[in-house]
């Protein structure tokens, strides 16, 4: 029987091992099986490979992938949109399955906190058959229920992959809590999905967007995307000293809403510090569990805040993304923001140029493992 390699997580803070799994010839009613073409490393990953979610291991990690039907399983006929599906079509997936019946789902419509949801390149045992439930492999098996997306012809990989789950994550929490018009917004976060937030924020109406991170090439795709200021973190590395430069920005009373996509806990409270009496306070960044912090909640009512939380996405929230792709500023956009690619046998040295911000975005393509990999630049 044929084998696939794939990347796997097999010890937290350990390298990558690559490891080979049966190919799967044929798929289960419902179910598709994807010849994976790139596939995203994602700042999750990184918390992943730190152990700051409980995962089950060995695991294949990847949860923003595009690839090409292999094989179509009696009954799969159509993608999530309706449009027909076929072998060789290029296809994108929602990279969670919920139940659809729980109490969450069914009664509290909120599918993202679906006590069965499960997600690819997170939630799957590679020891477990079939195995292949991640994108850092030469193929993918998807079970039947996953929200599945032919790709226009007019979309590249690139800017699919380089949206990632960082712009559906940014639609899902501002359609949570939406930006005025004229709003003034900062951005804690260059990362993915501060710069997804940031576009959404201009495209929403935002009169000025401000946003805080680093290093200097991330800040540069950050004015790429829109912003109109940025606050460079180490070269103002004291958080009262930000502070300072983001009022001179804002002005005296400070912004309007304030999204955290940075990840690191210690963000909160300075982010709460940046909003305006009665602003909004967007946290996005905190997905995994990298610790805790201290804080004054007699600060949420004097300064009158909302604070929102946002966890994952909707299948709908891809259908957003991918209409938002088709125009060619958001298409360019995020084609744009990757920066680097690698053969699945570089995995590690993909996930430590996320780890080390040296990226803007880092991807994986199998089919070039038996070529140089194409690095920055290419």
């Known amino acids: 029987m044929p084998s696939v390699k794939a990347a796997v997580l097999t010890a937290f803070r350990h390298p990558l091992e690559i490891r080979e799994y049966p190919s799967l010839g044929e798929a289960g009613a419902g179910e598709a099986l994807v010849r994976v073409e790139m596939a995203g490393i994602c700042g999750t990953d990184v918390h992943l490979w730190l152990g700051q979610l409980a995962i089950p291991l060995p695991v294949i990690m990847g949860h923003e992938t595009v690839g090409r039907i292999e094989r179509l399983g009696a009954g799969l006929k159509r993608d999530w949109r309706g449009n027909p599906l076929s072998v060789g079509d290029r296809v994108t997936w929602a990279s969670s399955v919920v139940c659809g019946e729980c109490y969450y789902c069914r009664l509290k419509k909120q599918p993202t906190r679906c006590v069965s949801r499960k997600a690819y390149g997170i939630s799957y045992c590679a020891s477990d058959a079939p195995h292949l439930r991640g994108g850092y492999a030469e193929q993918i098996h998807l079970r039947a229920g996953t ?222 493992g038996g070529r140089e990999a194409a690095h920055p630049g290419a």
């Open 147 to 368: 929200a599945i997306f032919r790709i226009p012809d007019s979309i590249p990989s690139e800017s699919v992959v380089g949206a990632g789950c960082a712009l559906v994550t940014s639609i899902h929490g501002l359609e949570r809590a939406p930006v005025e018009w004229g709003d003034v917004v900062v951005v804690q976060g260059t990362g993915p999905v501060g710069l997804a937030a940031l576009a959404l924020a201009k495209h929403a109406g935002a009169a000025r967007v401000i946003a805080i991170g680093g290093p200097p090439h991330r800040l540069e795709l950050a004015r790429n995307f829109g912003a109109d200021a940025t606050i460079d973190v180490a070269a103002i590395p004291d958080a009262a000293d930000r502070r300072r430069a983001v009022l001179e920005e804002t002005g005296p009373f400070g912004a309007d809403y304030v999204v955290e996509c940075v990840g690191h806990p210690a963000a909160v409270n300075e982010g709460i510090d940046l909003c305006r009496d009665g602003a909004r306070y967007l946290v996005l960044g905190q997905y995994a569990d990298a610790g805790n912090i201290s804080f004054n909640p007699h600060t949420i009512t004097r300064k009158q805040l909302q604070l929102i939380g946002s966890w994952g996405f909707e299948p709908r929230h891809v259908d957003r993304a991918l209409t938002l792709l088709e125009g060619a500023r958001f298409k360019e956009l995020f084609a744009a923001e990757v920066t680097h690619k690698f053969a699945l046998t570089e995995a590690n040295l993909a996930l430590e140029t996320v780890r080390q911000w040296q990226s803007g975005k880092s991807v994986l393509i199998p089919d070039i």
